[in-house]
């Protein structure tokens, strides 16, 4: 036991003068005593160090250690060190900012060609009901798809003014355009497509569309649309599902169009029908998805591009597929075939094409379907064999 009398400097370097006969040293705001010394036992020539940390003030420690040292004896050690620093707390994390709400699309806005006597179409498909403002002071109309019945609505304009239509639904309806309309200034809520019946007096006249493609457009088509050839490679067509004779009569059309994805499509039926000019690559194209290519490039005249690397095992139906398609001569050979049923007329008046397809697996077709190469150059030996499966070579 080591019992001192009178006042403990160490108590008094804290700021407190008590009367003790035992040195104890307890903790306090200026201070973290270690290993607090009470009433210890020494053996000879042992030693106690009393380490005493600084908690809020290293300097006060410094500036009284003459008195600390007053505790110093031959068993007895006081040593100071400096305090570790407190470590800084760590930022809290901004909050992230609450995503802003998408403005609501609004209404699909259509400007018309200025063509005196020339008129606009506009076919409810499906959704709730479409009111239309012909832009020109005339009465609106409003269109509803009732049951099974499509109605229309017609609007002639009398003179060469521009007009801006306005298309508006609560919740987005799909509704087919035709007629005198250039542009397509906004898709708005609703899915309009053009829809130019070959056969009708006037094509299309559509020349110009947004340069992005919003989400909820699903549908693309501008059949009819005889003058379009804008530049529309950049549209993420990711979330579309139809398209299907979306190029159906462009005549104009030849734009680049390999970095399309369009892992939702299942149908590229007449998708280049009649595209007389198109011929841009599109080997790019992931067509795994893909069941119907019937009529894909009937009377596309220009198209002479490598498709050769598509993957066609999931095709059903390729009829008509290079029908008319005069300059059309690529291999064709790295297709699997196996599951076509229909290839009527598929290089029908393929004028130019005489490319192998020996080694194709038609197993499914027993006999050589109607038309299959009528007026080709194919030659017999280049013929599949029908009703069989070679093996890979």
């Not at 307890?26 to 036992?41: D, G, H, K, Y």
């Not at 003179?159 to 200034?185: H, R």
């Not at 002479?304 to 291999?331: E, L, Y």
């Not at 109607?370 to 013929?383: A, C, I, K, P, Y």
């Amino acid at each position: 036991m080591h019992n001192f009398d009178g006042t403990n400097p160490l108590l008094e370097a804290l700021g407190d003068e008590p009367e003790i006969k035992e040195i104890t040293l307890t903790n306090s705001s200026a201070f973290i005593i270690v290993e607090p010394l009470t009433q210890v036992r020494l053996q000879p020539f042992e030693k106690t160090v009393i380490q005493v940390i600084g908690n809020a003030a290293y300097e006060h420690i410094m500036a009284n250690i003459n008195q600390l040292n007053a505790l110093k004896s031959d068993v007895i050690s006081i040593e100071t060190s400096e305090p570790e620093p407190e470590p800084e707390p760590e930022p809290e994390p901004e909050p992230e900012p609450e995503p802003e709400p998408e403005p609501e699309p609004g209404p699909s806005i259509f400007k018309t060609n200025g063509v005196a006597n020339d008129s606009v179409y506009i076919t409810h498909d499906s959704g709730p009901a479409v009111t239309i403002d012909w832009g020109d002071g005339s009465e609106p109309t409003v269109i509803e798809r009732v049951n099974n019945y499509r109605p229309s609505a017609q609007h002639r304009y009398q003179d060469t003014n521009k007009y801006t239509i306005t298309a508006t639904s609560v919740g987005g309806s799909v509704f087919a355009v035709q007629g005198a309309v250039e542009e397509l200034v906004s898709w708005g809520s609703n899915n309009p497509y053009f829809n130019q019946n070959g056969n009708s007096v006037q094509t299309g006249s559509l020349i110009k569309v947004p340069e992005l493609l919003p989400p909820h457009i699903t549908k693309l088509k501008f059949s009819g649309q005889s003058a379009f050839n804008q530049d529309i490679a950049s549209w993420d067509v990711s979330h579309v599902t139809d398209v299907a004779g979306c190029f159906e009569m462009c005549l104009e059309f030849n734009q680049s169009l390999n970095s399309w994805f369009m892992p939702l499509v299942t149908d590229l039926s007449n998708l280049f029908a009649n595209a007389r000019k198109f011929n841009q690559s599109i080997a790019d194209w992931d067509i795994s998805n893909i069941a119907n290519t019937s009529g894909m490039f009937k009377n596309a005249w220009a198209f002479n591009q490598s498709i050769n690397t598509w993957n066609m095992s999931n095709v059903v139906d390729a009829s008509n597929m290079f029908a008319n398609a005069s300059a059309f001569n690529q291999p064709l050979n790295n297709w699997n075939v196996a599951r076509i049923e229909y290839m009527g007329m598929m290089f029908a008046n393929a004028y130019m094409f005489n490319q192998d397809l020996s080694g194709w697996c038609v197993s499914l077709q027993v006999q050589k379907p109607m038309m299959f190469d009528s007026n080709s150059l194919l030659v017999l030996e280049h013929l599949p064999v029908w009703g069989t499966c070679p093996s890979p070579s």
